[in-house]
């Protein structure tokens, strides 16, 4: 009761900001179309949880099982598989920034950190998807605010928990290797006047060994798995090698930079985007510690991903935002301590933001496809073979089916979208229904195979595939649904197909 007598209105306005952050998560969850790593991820932590022996079964494309793994019970509670994904959002995140700017930069930064985690269009788009980007996130934050209390306190209990949080981005992504290499940037807060710091300096050695040991040990559990040297060779198709490097050292950095810019203005909204590279050219000339300290655990990651990585998205970036929001709600602090009408500023910066923000973000609860996302964002999550349409209502369609006989499907592709994103709706129907009212799925290329043929000749057999793959179709076939995709710009308007198969021999008018 003291503490809330104390900190009553923070806390009030704390509580205004959580409702804020779940009312702009929440609603409308699965509006938006299922993306091809959501299905792949949701479909993997459906196999797992149905079979114990395959609990490392991403390590088979290369990637780390923990998200999926956090996935599993919810997939018991709720019966939308996508839904289930989704509602493992960032709010870790929001909590982790409010504690680290509270601890280190004062109440005042807390809240305003924590109102951008709340409406920041690039926070609210990612924390509504099933992607493990958010979860790094979470991850990232919590290391940095367990790197800079040890700098702090030299503790070993804070060294075991920052392995703790370290490990635990590792285990979700690998870029969460990126908190061991950034951990050093906390030695901005060290004192290097005091008279023993050669030993403090090796106290703080030996516990950043302590915790990056905690660290591997936690990550050397996926040794566990039968696959875990994929994790290497797939990361080697995702970055440049040194050789091409140095070959090419502007190339791919400058066509990188130049997508930070395009997303950053966007997803971040203008106004924050200006604060960002305000408030860190503030925090250099100042030489404010913390606020370098967080810049600098943002910044590095970012460059270097930026000077190495052949695949580049938003998303990879996802865990380099919140320390920027909280430099920009550390500058916009700074802005408003130097003001004399504190109040009115305060309240118009409040609306400035929500009205940039919100201007992004009601359009992801109501309507995605008018959402102002960057152009090769807008075509890979909305317009492009990668979005799912349609697929709930298809997999309905089929379990109708089976109480005639056994149904199957067959699907364009082999991995991603199709048939995954349509193979969650139908997991229970696949595998644990009776024998003869079982749902068959048949992945192939972008065509009827003559294994469907076969199939319709004594089952009723259904062909689900993007058009913009598969805009030829063949022999008898009927086409029962066309679900849109939204139409880009310089390029063909792409859609789910659904078909009705029949044999070769049999006349589909029938």
Partial sequence: MGIFKKYRLEILLLLGIVVLFFVLRLPNLTLQPIFADEAIYIRWAQVMRAEPTLRFLPLSDGKTPLFMWVMIPLLKFF???????????????????????????????????????AVTPYMVFFDRMALVDSMLAAFSVWALFLAVTLVQTYRTDMAMFLGYAIGGGML???????????????????????????????KILGLWVLAFAVAFL???????????????????????????????????FLPHASNVLDWFSAFLTLPTFLLVIVGGIWALLKKQKYAVTVLFWSFVPLLVQMAMLKTFTARYLLFTIPPLLILTAWFLDEILLKTKKRLIL?????????AFSLNFSVWLLTDPQKAPLPTEERRGYLEDWTAGYGFPEIAEYLIDQTKNGSVVVGTEGFFGTLPDGL???????????????????????????AELRVAAEDHLTFFVANKSRYDKPQENLSLIWEFPKPKGDGYQQDAILFYRVFPLKEDKSK
């Fill in 79 to 117: 019966n939308d598989p996508l839904l289930a994904g989704r509602l493992l959002s960032g709010f870790a995140t929001l909590v982790g920034v409010t504690i680290l700017a509270w601890k280190f930069f004062g109440k005042r930064v807390a809240l305003w950190s924590a109102f951008f985690v």
């Fill in 172 to 202: 979700t992504k690998t870029p969460g290797l990126f908190n061991v290499l950034v951990v050093p940037v906390t030695l901005f807060l060290f004192d290097w006047k005091s008279r023993n710091r050669e030993k403090r300096l090796l």
């Fill in 218 to 252: 936690i990550y050397n559990i996926l040794k566990l798995g039968p696959e875990f040297q994929n994790l290497n060779s797939r990361n080697q198709d995702y970055i440049h090698s040194p050789a091409d490097l140095l070959l090419r050292p502007w190339d791919p």
């Fill in 346 to 354: 305060m309240l118009g910066l409040v609306v400035l933001f929500l």
């Fill in 423 to 449: 193979q969650i709706y139908l997991d229970k129907h696949s595998h644990s229904a009776p024998k003869e009212n079982r749902i068959s799925i048949v992945p192939s290329r972008a065509t009827v195979s």
